[in-house]
Structure formats: structure tokens, C-alpha cells
């Protein structure tokens, strides 16, 4: 049972133009949700998170929208770049149960960013 | 050195052999984790250590033996593996193990083929 799911494989973006990635969850015990990037050959680095009981949380390009009844989070990045071409993960932290420590992901979005 | 630092970058391994795999963090960090990411699936939590203890096997088959000699140092022993344990294999530390909105730092993974 997947618990956070992200639907689009891929997106492609027109530079200077809204890069908005999308990201469904199931358990809602969730406490925070994180944003993790990946360039191809090194493993994935933190973004952004927000608290569960947030809605929004902004850093300078990134920001990340949560809307807890419909499960959902979403990240836009303005105005995209082509250094923001890589694989985004969305992660869920919390979730009760044994989650000790633990980061739940999705399967990744690829994100190209053409110049 | 800083960061999570993870060797080798690769590894061809015959599923009679046996290798470890070797992670070290510069972050004074207080747990550590072993993550695996397959083609096209979601990383997937192995272990979980906490000041040295393994506090979490997530299911995962005996062929993978974990070793976490202090805080700084996890290795991941690996003996009898099947070609479908080809993967990326990534290690993660954070400061402790209530990850909360500041997740993990990676390193830049092991990509291992068994053959």
C-alpha cells in the first residue's frame, strides 16, 4: 500500500515559466511533508518542508502548499530554471505506528526545464 | 571531508560473493539509515539506527546484515544476494531519529548490480 503517491512520471517546463509538482498522501497522521531533489549520480538533497498543520511554507523560489482535507501538497518553483532539471521526491514524516525515523516516499516526478 | 560520504560508487558483485557496503557522516549526526531505491519504485527504508542501536528492520531479508559500529559509521554486509537486489543503495543521517520537518542527508548511494 503505497501512502504517498506522486501521479506525473515527468513534467516539462519552459524556462522562467510555474514548475508545479504534485504529491497525494493516504495516512493522516502525517506530521511533516518534505520536498527532496535528485540529480542523476548523487543522492537526494532536502528542498522544503511544511508542518502538517501549515498550508503554506516559502524559500525564495520553492513553495510548498498543503491542503490536508484533500491530501494533497503541491510545489512551485517560480521562475523555473534549467538547473531545477531533476527528479523531486515528495517524503511524508510521522505516520504512526512503527515510523521510527521514518521518511515515507513517492516514486519521483522528473522535471526538465527547457532554456 | 563533510557530508554523508558512501563507497564504493559501484559494485558488480556473483550472488555467491560477499561485500559490504560503507557510509560515513561528518555532521555529528545521531542516526543513521539505510535506504534502497529499485527502477522505477519509491525508496524503500531498510534499517534504521539510532546512537548505534538498529531500531527499525523494515522486513528485509537476511542476506543484507547491517553494522552500525558508532555513530559516524554504517556499513551494510551483503552475501547469497538475487539479480532482483540490483538497486541504488542509499545512506541517510539526521540529527536524531524524530526526523520532523528536517529530514535526512543522503549520500550520493552505491548503485550495486548483482550478476
Known amino acids: 500500500d503505497q501512502q504517498v503517491k506522486q501521479n506525473s512520471p515527468s513534467l516539462s517546463v519552459q524556462e522562467g515559466r510555474i514548475s508545479i509538482l504534485n504529491c497525494d498522501y493516504t495516512n493522516s497522521m502525517f506530521d511533516y511533508f518534505l520536498w527532496y531533489k535528485k540529480y542523476p549520480a548523487e543522492g537526494p538533497t532536502f528542498l522544503i518542508s511544511?508542518?502538517?498543520?501549515?498550508d503554506k511554507n516559502e524559500d525564495g523560489r520553492f513553495t510548498v502548499f498543503l491542503n490536508k482535507s484533500a491530501k494533497h501538497l503541491s510545489l512551485h518553483i517560480v521562475p523555473s530554471q534549467p538547473g531545477d532539471s531533476a527528479v523531486y521526491f515528495c517524503?511524508?514524516?510521522?505516520?504512526?505506528?512503527?515510523?521510527?525515523?521514518?521518511?515515507?516516499f513517492g516514486q519521483g516526478t522528473i522535471l526538465t526545464v527547457h532554456p | 571531508e563533510t557530508g554523508v560520504t558512501q563507497t564504493p560508487r559501484h559494485l558488480v558483485m556473483g550472488m555467491t560473493n560477499k561485500k559490504s557496503l560503507k557510509c560515513e557522516q561528518h555532521?555529528?549526526?545521531?542516526?543513521m539509515y539505510w535506504y534502497k531505491q529499485s527502477a522505477k519504485k519509491p525508496l524503500e527504508l531498510m534499517f534504521v539506527y539510532s546512537l548505534e542501536e538498529r531500531v527499525e528492520n523494515n522486513s528485509v531479508p537476511s542476506r543484507f546484515s547491517p553494522e552500525c559500529p558508532n555513530s559516524s559509521h554504517l556499513f551494510l554486509h551483503l552475501h547469497t544476494l538475487q539479480p532482483e537486489d540490483s538497486a541504488l543503495y542509499l545512506c541517510a543521517s539526521s540529527p536524531t531519529h524524530m526526523v520532523g520537518g528536517y529530514g535526512y542527508t543522503f549520500g550520493s548511494g552505491t548503485r550495486l548490480t548483482v550478476v
Open positions: 555532521l555529528g549526526h545521531n542516526a
Open positions: 517524503a511524508a514524516s510521522g505516520g504512526g505506528g512503527t515510523s521510527y525515523g521514518k521518511l515515507t
Open positions: 511544511i508542518s502538517s498543520i501549515k
